[in-house]
C-alpha cells in the first residue's frame, strides 16, 4: 500500500532469518530461502536489473521457463535440453469460473501456518519483479517450486499470492536478457495486468524506450471516487506520485471492474443498467487521470481494458467502446490507445492466441500493439 519495496522485502528477510527452521511440508526452510538472497542489502541496485551490461549478474545467466501441466523450471540460459513434455493446459483456472468438483480437487497438505509462509514466498518473488530485481528470481523459484507444483493453490487462502507467482514465473521468459541503450522510460500503471508489459522495451518514434511497471493490486476505477477509503486508492496515489514528473504514463484499470465491479453493483440496483455502470466507472476513472496529469504534468495514455476472461469479453467490449469515446471526446490531456480489435481474433469473439498466456493475463507479445499504437500518436519527446 505505501510502495516501499525495500521495507517489505527487508521485513521478509528477517523474517526468514528469524524463523529459519520453518518449513513448508519438509520441503525447503525459511533459512534456504535466506541463502538464495544471501548479501543482497537494496534489490533496486542496476546489478540486478536486465542490463546492457556484457557481464552480467550470475543470476541472469539462468532462466525461468513454465511448462504446461508441470510448473516453473529453471535452467541455465545455454542449456538446450529438453523441458519435461507437457501434456496439457495449466492455465489458471479464469476467476469467473467455477470451482471444480471436490472430487477433483488437490488441495495442498499444509497447515494454514505453512500456507501463510509459502504465500510470504510467493510475495518475495512478486516483489523481486516488479522492482525489476530479475537476477534473483531464478534463485528463489528453484526452492520454493517444488512445494508448490502439482496442488490447487487457487482454491486456497493463498490463491491471490500464488496468482502472482505464476504471472511472474511465466512472464520471466519473455523479458529479454539485455535492454537497449536508452534513458528513456514508459511507466506501465494498472493491476495484475501492468505484469503482462513489464521490463519490455519498444521502438517509440525511433527511440528505445523501456517499460516499466507501476503495480497497484487489486484496484479498481471505482476506487478511485472521491469518497472511497478502501487501501488500493491509497496504494494507487503513493505508486503514481513516485513516478518522476514530467514522465510518459500508460493506465490500464478497468478490468477487475468489468469482472466485478459494475455486475454486482447492477445486480444490486445501485444502477438501472451495465451501460449506467460503465459510464459512471469511467468518469470517475477519468476525472482521477486528469488529476494526475495536471499535476504531475504527465503524458498519459489510457490503455482498453484486456479481453482475456471469455466470461467478461462483452462487457470489456461495451466499456472500451465508451472510455475510447470519453477519451478522445471529453477528456482532454489524454490520448488513446486504439488497439482493443488487433486484441481480438478476426471475427472478435475470441483474445488473439499471439496475446494468450494463462488465462488471466495477456503474453507479452502484445507490446507489439502499444509500440504500433504509441507510434500513431504525436511524439511527446519530439
Not at 58 to 77: C, F, K, Q, T
Request: with cysteine; aromatic share 8%; glycine share 4%.
Amino acid at each position: 500500500v505505501c510502495n516501499r519495496y525495500q521495507e517489505a522485502m527487508d521485513l521478509c528477510i528477517k523474517f526468514c532469518k528469524d524463523q529459519g527452521s520453518m518449513s513448508i511440508g519438509g520441503h525447503y526452510t525459511n533459512a534456504d530461502v535466506v541463502k538464495a538472497l544471501e548479501g543482497v542489502k537494496d534489490i533496486s541496485l542496476d546489478q540486478y536489473r536486465v542490463t546492457t551490461d556484457k557481464d552480467p549478474h550470475p543470476g541472469l545467466a539462468e532462466i525461468v521457463y513454465w511448462v504446461p501441466n508441470h510448473g516453473s523450471v529453471v535452467r541455465d540460459r545455454s542449456d538446450t535440453s529438453n523441458l519435461p513434455d507437457p501434456t496439457q493446459s495449466t492455465a489458471l483456472p479464469s476467476p469467473a469460473a467455477p470451482a471444480p468438483d471436490k472430487s477433483k480437487q488437490k488441495l495442498p497438505p499444509y497447515s494454514s501456518d505453512e500456507l501463510d509462509l509459502l504465500a510470504l514466498h510467493f510475495t518475495i518473488v512478486k516483489i523481486l519483479y516488479v522492482v525489476g530485481a530479475l537476477a534473483l528470481i531464478p534463485g528463489v523459484v528453484k526452492i520454493i517450486e517444488e512445494a508448490r507444483r502439482g496442488w490447487d493453490m487457487h482454491l486456497t487462502t493463498i490463491r491471490n499470492e500464488h496468482a502472482y507467482y505464476c504471472c511472474v514465473t511465466q512472464l520471466y521468459a519473455d523479458v529479454p536478457i539485455q535492454m537497449p541503450n536508452t534513458i528513456l522510460k514508459l511507466y506501465m500503471a494498472g493491476d495484475s495486468h501492468s505484469l503482462s508489459s513489464a521490463w519490455q522495451a519498444i521502438n517509440w518514434h525511433g527511440k528505445p524506450t523501456a517499460l516499466v511497471p507501476k503495480l497497484v493490486t487489486g484496484l479498481k476505477c471505482w476506487h478511485l471516487r472521491e469518497e472511497s477509503v478502501f487501501f488500493p486508492k491509497n496504494n494507487f496515489y503513493n505508486v503514481i506520485q513516485a513516478v518522476p514528473k514530467g514522465s510518459a504514463i500508460v493506465f490500464m484499470f478497468g478490468e477487475i471492474d468489468c469482472r466485478e465491479g459494475i455486475i454486482r453493483a447492477t445486480e444490486k440496483c445501485r444502477y438501472k443498467d451495465i451501460e449506467e455502470g460503465i459510464a459512471v466507472t469511467i468518469e470517475y476513472y477519468l476525472t482521477v487521470l486528469q488529476q494526475m496529469q495536471r499535476q504531475f504534468d504527465f503524458k498519459v495514455y489510457v490503455q482498453p481494458v484486456a479481453p482475456v476472461l471469455n466470461e467478461t469479453r462483452e462487457i470489456v467490449r461495451a466499456f472500451n467502446k465508451n472510455l475510447k469515446k470519453m477519451v478522445t471526446e471529453e477528456a482532454r490531456g489524454l490520448e488513446f490507445l486504439d488497439m482493443f480489435d488487433e486484441l481480438l481474433t478476426p471475427d472478435g469473439k475470441n483474445l488473439h492466441p499471439d496475446f494468450e498466456m494463462d488465462g488471466t493475463h495477456m503474453s507479452p507479445k502484445y507490446v507489439r500493439l502499444i509500440e504500433k499504437s504509441l507510434n500513431t500518436l504525436p511524439d511527446p519527446n519530439a
